[in-house]
Protein backbone atom coordinates (compact mmCIF):
# COMPACT_ATOMS: atom_id res chain seq x y z
CA UNK A 1 0.00 0.00 0.00
CA UNK A 2 2.13 2.90 0.94
CA UNK A 3 5.89 2.98 -0.80
CA UNK A 4 8.85 2.22 0.87
CA UNK A 5 12.11 4.69 0.84
CA UNK A 6 14.35 3.55 3.52
CA UNK A 7 16.54 6.50 2.74
CA UNK A 8 14.13 8.32 3.94
CA UNK A 9 13.60 6.63 7.38
CA UNK A 10 17.10 6.51 8.46
CA UNK A 11 17.13 9.11 10.61
CA UNK A 12 15.39 8.86 14.18
CA UNK A 13 13.14 11.47 14.84
CA UNK A 14 10.67 12.03 17.70
CA UNK A 15 7.39 11.27 18.42
CA UNK A 16 6.54 14.84 18.84
CA UNK A 17 4.37 14.42 21.85
CA UNK A 18 5.46 17.90 22.03
CA UNK A 19 7.65 20.76 20.90
CA UNK A 20 10.14 21.62 22.07
CA UNK A 21 10.12 17.84 23.01
CA UNK A 22 11.22 16.72 26.41
CA UNK A 23 14.92 15.82 25.05
CA UNK A 24 15.22 19.63 24.77
CA UNK A 25 14.23 20.35 27.90
CA UNK A 26 16.96 22.19 30.09
CA UNK A 27 17.30 23.56 34.07
CA UNK A 28 14.52 25.68 34.99
CA UNK A 29 14.29 28.58 36.67
CA UNK A 30 11.84 27.30 39.90
CA UNK A 31 9.32 30.35 39.97
CA UNK A 32 8.28 29.94 36.54
CA UNK A 33 6.17 26.66 36.72
CA UNK A 34 3.99 29.08 40.02
CA UNK A 35 3.88 31.55 37.67
CA UNK A 36 2.87 29.87 34.60
CA UNK A 37 0.19 28.15 36.69
CA UNK A 38 -1.02 31.91 38.75
CA UNK A 39 -1.64 32.96 35.07
CA UNK A 40 -4.13 30.15 33.66
CA UNK A 41 -7.70 31.00 32.67
CA UNK A 42 -10.28 28.47 31.13
CA UNK A 43 -10.33 24.85 30.62
CA UNK A 44 -7.35 22.27 32.08
CA UNK A 45 -6.69 19.07 32.40
CA UNK A 46 -4.70 17.28 34.48
CA UNK A 47 -2.05 14.35 34.18
CA UNK A 48 -1.52 12.15 37.41
CA UNK A 49 1.62 9.73 37.27
CA UNK A 50 2.03 6.68 39.29
CA UNK A 51 5.61 5.70 38.80
CA UNK A 52 5.05 1.78 39.73
CA UNK A 53 4.31 -1.53 38.27
CA UNK A 54 3.91 -4.94 40.11
CA UNK A 55 6.06 -6.42 37.21
CA UNK A 56 8.44 -4.26 34.89
CA UNK A 57 8.57 -5.68 31.37
CA UNK A 58 12.10 -5.19 29.84
CA UNK A 59 10.38 -3.46 26.51
CA UNK A 60 8.75 -0.14 28.73
CA UNK A 61 10.25 2.90 28.47
CA UNK A 62 8.16 4.70 30.99
CA UNK A 63 9.68 6.11 34.33
CA UNK A 64 8.45 3.25 36.66
CA UNK A 65 9.42 0.72 39.27
CA UNK A 66 8.37 -2.25 40.97
CA UNK A 67 5.82 -1.26 43.57
CA UNK A 68 7.36 -4.23 46.12
CA UNK A 69 7.73 -2.47 48.84
CA UNK A 70 5.08 -0.45 50.77
CA UNK A 71 7.36 2.17 52.50
CA UNK A 72 8.38 3.97 49.02
CA UNK A 73 4.92 3.55 47.39
CA UNK A 74 3.36 5.35 50.37
CA UNK A 75 6.44 7.45 50.62
CA UNK A 76 5.54 8.67 47.30
CA UNK A 77 1.45 8.78 47.46
CA UNK A 78 2.45 11.36 50.40
CA UNK A 79 4.54 13.44 48.21
CA UNK A 80 2.38 13.44 45.68
CA UNK A 81 -0.51 14.65 47.95
CA UNK A 82 1.76 16.95 49.18
CA UNK A 83 2.40 18.13 45.95
CA UNK A 84 -1.17 18.71 44.92
CA UNK A 85 -1.86 20.81 47.54
CA UNK A 86 1.16 23.32 47.13
CA UNK A 87 -0.49 23.23 43.29
CA UNK A 88 -4.12 24.20 44.77
CA UNK A 89 -2.43 27.25 47.01
CA UNK A 90 -1.82 28.40 43.42
CA UNK A 91 -4.90 27.40 42.30
CA UNK A 92 -6.29 30.55 39.96
CA UNK A 93 -10.28 30.88 40.53
CA UNK A 94 -10.90 31.03 36.99
CA UNK A 95 -8.98 27.57 35.96
CA UNK A 96 -11.71 24.87 35.61
CA UNK A 97 -10.42 21.34 35.72
CA UNK A 98 -12.66 19.69 33.06
CA UNK A 99 -10.37 15.90 32.48
CA UNK A 100 -8.06 14.03 35.05
CA UNK A 101 -5.88 11.23 33.67
CA UNK A 102 -3.78 8.54 35.65
CA UNK A 103 -1.26 6.94 33.84
CA UNK A 104 2.34 5.79 34.90
CA UNK A 105 3.61 3.03 35.18
CA UNK A 106 0.24 1.59 35.85
CA UNK A 107 -1.82 3.38 38.23
CA UNK A 108 -3.83 -0.49 39.85
CA UNK A 109 -0.33 -0.87 41.07
CA UNK A 110 -1.66 1.54 43.83
CA UNK A 111 -4.55 -0.56 46.53
CA UNK A 112 -7.74 0.30 45.50
CA UNK A 113 -8.63 2.63 49.02
CA UNK A 114 -5.08 4.81 47.87
CA UNK A 115 -6.44 5.17 44.81
CA UNK A 116 -9.78 6.70 46.24
CA UNK A 117 -7.91 8.46 48.74
CA UNK A 118 -6.14 10.26 45.71
CA UNK A 119 -8.92 10.75 43.81
CA UNK A 120 -10.43 12.52 47.03
CA UNK A 121 -7.68 14.62 47.01
CA UNK A 122 -7.54 15.95 44.02
CA UNK A 123 -11.73 16.54 44.04
CA UNK A 124 -11.18 18.78 47.03
CA UNK A 125 -8.27 20.35 45.46
CA UNK A 126 -9.73 21.56 42.13
CA UNK A 127 -13.59 21.07 42.20
CA UNK A 128 -13.43 19.19 38.99
CA UNK A 129 -16.27 20.71 36.58
CA UNK A 130 -18.00 17.62 34.88
CA UNK A 131 -15.20 16.08 34.38
CA UNK A 132 -13.83 13.04 31.74
CA UNK A 133 -12.21 10.70 34.20
CA UNK A 134 -9.46 8.01 32.46
CA UNK A 135 -6.60 5.47 33.39
CA UNK A 136 -4.05 3.00 32.51
CA UNK A 137 -4.09 -0.10 33.40
CA UNK A 138 -1.91 -3.86 33.36
CA UNK A 139 -4.37 -6.58 32.86
CA UNK A 140 -2.01 -8.31 34.49
CA UNK A 141 -3.18 -7.10 37.99
CA UNK A 142 -6.63 -5.50 37.32
CA UNK A 143 -8.57 -7.19 40.18
CA UNK A 144 -12.60 -7.00 40.89
CA UNK A 145 -11.89 -4.20 43.62
CA UNK A 146 -10.39 -1.88 40.91
CA UNK A 147 -13.35 -2.48 38.99
CA UNK A 148 -15.80 -1.42 42.03
CA UNK A 149 -13.54 1.41 42.71
CA UNK A 150 -13.38 2.44 38.78
CA UNK A 151 -17.21 2.46 38.51
CA UNK A 152 -17.56 4.75 42.06
CA UNK A 153 -14.76 7.04 40.76
CA UNK A 154 -16.58 7.36 37.33
CA UNK A 155 -13.99 6.51 35.64
CA UNK A 156 -15.15 5.87 31.40
CA UNK A 157 -12.09 5.75 30.00
CA UNK A 158 -9.57 3.10 29.94
CA UNK A 159 -6.74 1.95 28.40
CA UNK A 160 -4.71 -1.54 28.41
CA UNK A 161 -1.20 -2.42 28.15
CA UNK A 162 -2.03 -5.65 25.79
CA UNK A 163 1.00 -5.19 23.48
CA UNK A 164 0.38 -9.06 21.90
CA UNK A 165 -1.55 -11.59 22.30
CA UNK A 166 1.37 -14.15 21.23
CA UNK A 167 3.05 -16.39 23.96
CA UNK A 168 6.61 -15.92 22.06
CA UNK A 169 6.65 -12.80 21.90
CA UNK A 170 5.53 -11.55 25.37
CA UNK A 171 7.99 -14.14 26.81
CA UNK A 172 10.38 -12.14 24.85
CA UNK A 173 9.33 -8.73 26.14
CA UNK A 174 8.66 -9.79 30.13
CA UNK A 175 4.65 -9.12 29.41
CA UNK A 176 3.55 -13.10 30.16
CA UNK A 177 -0.44 -12.21 30.32
CA UNK A 178 -2.86 -15.22 28.64
CA UNK A 179 -5.72 -14.31 26.10
CA UNK A 180 -8.13 -14.90 29.37
CA UNK A 181 -6.57 -12.45 31.30
CA UNK A 182 -7.45 -9.72 28.72
CA UNK A 183 -11.48 -10.98 28.35
CA UNK A 184 -11.62 -11.01 32.04
CA UNK A 185 -10.34 -7.34 32.16
CA UNK A 186 -12.46 -6.46 29.27
CA UNK A 187 -15.59 -7.77 31.22
CA UNK A 188 -14.73 -6.31 34.16
CA UNK A 189 -14.07 -2.53 32.88
CA UNK A 190 -17.22 -2.40 30.53
CA UNK A 191 -19.30 -3.84 33.50
CA UNK A 192 -17.97 -1.19 35.47
CA UNK A 193 -19.08 1.96 33.17
CA UNK A 194 -16.26 2.07 30.90
CA UNK A 195 -17.58 3.03 27.45
CA UNK A 196 -14.28 3.90 25.66
CA UNK A 197 -11.73 1.20 25.71
CA UNK A 198 -8.64 1.53 23.90
CA UNK A 199 -5.83 -1.40 23.32
CA UNK A 200 -1.96 -0.63 23.48
CA UNK A 201 -0.02 -2.56 20.89
CA UNK A 202 2.85 -3.20 18.95
CA UNK A 203 4.41 -4.34 16.08
CA UNK A 204 9.01 -4.58 15.88
CA UNK A 205 8.54 -6.74 18.98
CA UNK A 206 11.59 -9.28 19.27
CA UNK A 207 10.63 -12.89 16.65
CA UNK A 208 7.80 -11.45 15.76
CA UNK A 209 5.60 -12.53 12.39
CA UNK A 210 3.24 -10.60 10.37
CA UNK A 211 0.90 -13.37 10.81
CA UNK A 212 1.23 -12.93 14.69
CA UNK A 213 0.71 -9.38 14.12
CA UNK A 214 -2.73 -9.82 12.31
CA UNK A 215 -3.36 -12.56 14.94
CA UNK A 216 -3.57 -10.09 17.32
CA UNK A 217 -4.91 -7.15 15.65
CA UNK A 218 -8.48 -9.89 14.72
CA UNK A 219 -8.38 -10.65 18.06
CA UNK A 220 -8.65 -7.14 19.97
CA UNK A 221 -10.78 -6.00 17.11
CA UNK A 222 -13.60 -9.60 18.27
CA UNK A 223 -13.03 -8.22 21.89
CA UNK A 224 -14.18 -4.58 20.74
CA UNK A 225 -11.90 -2.39 21.31
CA UNK A 226 -13.04 1.25 20.38
CA UNK A 227 -9.33 2.32 20.01
CA UNK A 228 -6.05 0.96 19.35
CA UNK A 229 -2.83 2.45 19.73
CA UNK A 230 0.00 0.23 17.26
CA UNK A 231 3.38 1.47 18.08
CA UNK A 232 6.42 0.70 16.47
CA UNK A 233 8.51 -0.77 19.34
CA UNK A 234 11.58 1.19 19.98
CA UNK A 235 14.46 -0.32 21.18
CA UNK A 236 16.66 2.24 22.47
CA UNK A 237 18.82 0.21 25.50
CA UNK A 238 21.82 3.10 25.34
CA UNK A 239 18.37 5.18 27.11
CA UNK A 240 16.21 2.35 28.51
CA UNK A 241 18.96 -0.11 30.29
CA UNK A 242 16.25 -2.63 31.03
CA UNK A 243 15.54 -3.58 26.81
CA UNK A 244 19.41 -4.72 27.22
CA UNK A 245 17.20 -7.61 28.16
CA UNK A 246 15.93 -8.16 24.52
CA UNK A 247 18.55 -8.94 22.01
CA UNK A 248 18.93 -7.16 19.13
CA UNK A 249 19.39 -9.20 16.46
CA UNK A 250 16.21 -10.98 17.44
CA UNK A 251 14.17 -7.84 16.43
CA UNK A 252 12.59 -7.06 12.84
CA UNK A 253 14.35 -4.94 10.61
CA UNK A 254 13.15 -1.52 9.11
CA UNK A 255 11.81 -2.77 5.97
CA UNK A 256 10.14 -5.35 7.89
CA UNK A 257 8.77 -3.47 10.41
CA UNK A 258 7.21 -0.93 7.77
CA UNK A 259 5.40 -4.21 6.21
CA UNK A 260 4.19 -4.86 9.57
CA UNK A 261 3.36 -0.86 9.80
CA UNK A 262 1.65 -1.26 6.59
CA UNK A 263 -0.26 -4.40 7.01
CA UNK A 264 -1.69 -3.34 10.78
CA UNK A 265 -2.98 -0.26 9.13
CA UNK A 266 -4.84 -1.80 6.07
CA UNK A 267 -6.30 -4.44 8.47
CA UNK A 268 -7.80 -1.57 11.00
CA UNK A 269 -9.28 0.73 8.28
CA UNK A 270 -10.50 -1.86 6.07
CA UNK A 271 -12.38 -3.54 9.30
CA UNK A 272 -14.26 -0.40 10.75
CA UNK A 273 -11.66 1.87 12.49
CA UNK A 274 -11.19 5.55 11.56
CA UNK A 275 -7.06 6.07 11.30
CA UNK A 276 -6.10 8.94 13.42
CA UNK A 277 -2.78 10.22 12.72
CA UNK A 278 -0.40 7.24 11.66
CA UNK A 279 -0.51 5.20 14.16
CA UNK A 280 -4.08 5.17 16.34
CA UNK A 281 -7.40 4.04 15.42
CA UNK A 282 -10.83 4.36 16.49
CA UNK A 283 -14.07 3.44 15.56
CA UNK A 284 -16.74 5.75 13.78
CA UNK A 285 -19.68 6.13 14.96
CA UNK A 286 -19.80 8.60 18.26
CA UNK A 287 -15.89 8.01 19.34
CA UNK A 288 -14.49 11.41 20.12
CA UNK A 289 -10.97 10.80 18.41
CA UNK A 290 -12.66 9.39 15.47
CA UNK A 291 -14.77 12.18 15.18
CA UNK A 292 -12.15 15.15 16.24
CA UNK A 293 -9.71 13.12 13.09
CA UNK A 294 -12.64 13.44 10.88
CA UNK A 295 -13.67 16.91 11.40
CA UNK A 296 -10.14 18.32 11.85
CA UNK A 297 -10.16 19.24 15.27
CA UNK A 298 -7.61 16.60 16.12
CA UNK A 299 -4.91 17.68 18.91
CA UNK A 300 -1.40 16.19 20.20
CA UNK A 301 0.29 16.29 23.92
CA UNK A 302 2.03 14.04 26.07
CA UNK A 303 -0.86 11.53 26.13
CA UNK A 304 -1.00 11.32 22.34
CA UNK A 305 -3.61 12.02 19.70
CA UNK A 306 -6.83 13.87 21.74
CA UNK A 307 -9.81 15.57 21.09
CA UNK A 308 -8.99 17.45 24.04
CA UNK A 309 -8.85 21.26 23.33
CA UNK A 310 -7.57 23.10 26.63
CA UNK A 311 -4.61 24.77 26.41
CA UNK A 312 -3.26 23.56 30.00
CA UNK A 313 -2.53 20.12 30.82
CA UNK A 314 -1.03 20.03 34.22
CA UNK A 315 1.46 17.43 35.51
CA UNK A 316 1.72 15.70 38.70
CA UNK A 317 3.62 13.30 39.85
CA UNK A 318 7.91 12.35 39.90
CA UNK A 319 8.60 13.15 35.97
CA UNK A 320 5.18 14.91 34.90
CA UNK A 321 4.81 17.35 32.25
CA UNK A 322 2.91 20.23 32.21
CA UNK A 323 2.36 22.33 29.14
CA UNK A 324 1.51 25.86 29.16
CA UNK A 325 0.87 28.44 25.80
CA UNK A 326 4.68 29.92 26.13
CA UNK A 327 6.21 27.13 28.84
CA UNK A 328 6.53 23.37 29.07
CA UNK A 329 7.64 22.52 32.54
CA UNK A 330 8.53 18.64 33.91
CA UNK A 331 8.74 17.52 37.59
CA UNK A 332 12.19 16.12 39.08
CA UNK A 333 12.10 12.35 37.18
CA UNK A 334 13.55 10.47 40.18
CA UNK A 335 11.39 9.57 42.50
CA UNK A 336 13.40 9.41 45.55
CA UNK A 337 14.64 13.20 44.94
CA UNK A 338 10.71 14.07 43.82
CA UNK A 339 9.65 12.55 47.57
CA UNK A 340 12.66 13.96 49.50
CA UNK A 341 11.78 17.70 47.33
CA UNK A 342 7.77 17.72 48.12
CA UNK A 343 8.25 16.22 51.89
CA UNK A 344 10.68 19.91 52.35
CA UNK A 345 7.59 21.75 50.19
CA UNK A 346 10.10 22.61 47.46
CA UNK A 347 8.92 23.53 44.12
CA UNK A 348 9.15 20.46 42.10
CA UNK A 349 8.95 21.37 38.27
CA UNK A 350 12.97 21.64 37.85
CA UNK A 351 13.19 21.42 34.16
CA UNK A 352 11.77 22.59 30.93
CA UNK A 353 11.54 25.35 28.52
CA UNK A 354 10.13 28.51 27.65
CA UNK A 355 8.36 28.42 24.02
CA UNK A 356 9.53 31.33 21.91
CA UNK A 357 7.52 32.63 19.52
CA UNK A 358 9.22 30.42 17.05
CA UNK A 359 8.76 27.52 18.81
CA UNK A 360 4.80 28.03 18.88
CA UNK A 361 5.16 28.54 15.33
CA UNK A 362 6.90 25.14 14.84
CA UNK A 363 5.12 23.16 17.09
CA UNK A 364 1.55 24.15 15.78
CA UNK A 365 3.34 23.47 12.26
CA UNK A 366 4.41 20.04 13.53
CA UNK A 367 0.78 19.01 14.83
CA UNK A 368 -0.98 19.95 11.97
CA UNK A 369 1.08 18.13 9.80
CA UNK A 370 0.70 14.88 12.42
CA UNK A 371 -3.00 15.20 12.85
CA UNK A 372 -4.26 16.58 10.02
CA UNK A 373 -2.46 15.85 7.47
CA UNK A 374 -1.41 19.68 6.22
CA UNK A 375 -0.10 23.03 7.04
CA UNK A 376 0.22 26.68 6.45
CA UNK A 377 4.02 27.41 6.69
CA UNK A 378 4.92 31.68 5.98
CA UNK A 379 7.36 31.98 3.17
CA UNK A 380 10.37 32.68 5.23
CA UNK A 381 10.32 28.97 6.90
CA UNK A 382 9.00 27.08 3.63
CA UNK A 383 11.75 28.46 1.89
CA UNK A 384 14.49 27.65 4.58
CA UNK A 385 13.09 23.81 4.69
CA UNK A 386 12.52 23.99 0.53
CA UNK A 387 15.39 21.50 -0.05
CA UNK A 388 15.12 19.42 2.39
CA UNK A 389 11.18 18.64 1.29
CA UNK A 390 12.09 18.22 -1.90
CA UNK A 391 12.99 14.59 -2.05
CA UNK A 392 9.64 13.40 -0.24
CA UNK A 393 7.64 16.00 -3.15
CA UNK A 394 10.04 14.49 -5.88
CA UNK A 395 8.24 10.74 -4.77
CA UNK A 396 4.98 11.87 -4.46
CA UNK A 397 5.23 11.61 -0.60
CA UNK A 398 3.69 15.55 -0.14
CA UNK A 399 2.65 18.05 -1.82
CA UNK A 400 3.50 22.21 -1.30
CA UNK A 401 0.94 24.53 -3.32
CA UNK A 402 1.51 27.97 -2.69
CA UNK A 403 1.69 28.54 1.75
CA UNK A 404 0.50 24.65 2.21
CA UNK A 405 2.47 21.85 2.67
CA UNK A 406 0.29 18.74 2.39
CA UNK A 407 1.27 15.22 3.26
CA UNK A 408 0.24 12.94 0.75
CA UNK A 409 -1.33 9.54 1.22
CA UNK A 410 1.34 7.63 0.37
CA UNK A 411 3.49 9.86 2.45
CA UNK A 412 1.99 9.18 6.33
CA UNK A 413 4.59 7.19 7.22
CA UNK A 414 7.04 9.36 6.47
CA UNK A 415 5.04 12.28 8.69
CA UNK A 416 7.01 12.10 11.60
CA UNK A 417 10.44 12.19 9.33
CA UNK A 418 8.67 15.71 7.58
CA UNK A 419 7.22 17.05 10.53
CA UNK A 420 10.90 16.99 11.62
CA UNK A 421 12.47 19.36 8.95
CA UNK A 422 10.62 21.91 10.87
CA UNK A 423 12.46 21.36 14.52
CA UNK A 424 14.87 23.91 14.81
CA UNK A 425 16.32 21.61 18.03
CA UNK A 426 17.02 18.98 15.37
CA UNK A 427 20.51 20.61 13.98
CA UNK A 428 21.57 20.25 17.98
CA UNK A 429 24.47 16.78 18.39
CA UNK A 430 23.70 14.18 20.29
CA UNK A 431 20.13 13.56 20.20
CA UNK A 432 19.02 10.24 20.23
CA UNK A 433 15.33 8.36 19.18
CA UNK A 434 13.80 6.10 18.29
CA UNK A 435 12.75 4.83 14.28
CA UNK A 436 10.22 6.52 12.65
CA UNK A 437 8.39 3.79 12.08
Not at 175 to 198: F, K
Request: charged letters at 20%.
Amino acid sequence: MWPYYPDLLATPVPRYTSYPTAADFGPLDETAHIQALERVLGDVSLYVHIPFCEKICFYCGCNTGVSGREKRLQSYLSALHSEIDMVARHWPSGARVRRISFGGGSPNALAPVDFVRLVDTLTVAFDPVDPIWSIELDPRTLTPEWGAVIERVGITRASLGVQTFDASCQAAIGRVQNEDTILSSVDLLRNAGVTSLNFDLMYGLPGQTEDQLIDTLHRTRVLGADRIALFGYAHVPHIVPRQRMIPADNLPGQEQRFKMATMGYAYLVTHGYTPVGFDHFARPGGDPLAKAAMEGTLHRNFQGFTEDDAPVLLGLGASAISSFPDLLTQNEKNSGRYRMMASQQKPLANRGVVRSADDRRRGRIIEKLLCHGEAQVNAELMAHTACALQPFVARGLADITGDVLTIDPDGLPYARTIAALFDSYRAQPGRRFSSAI
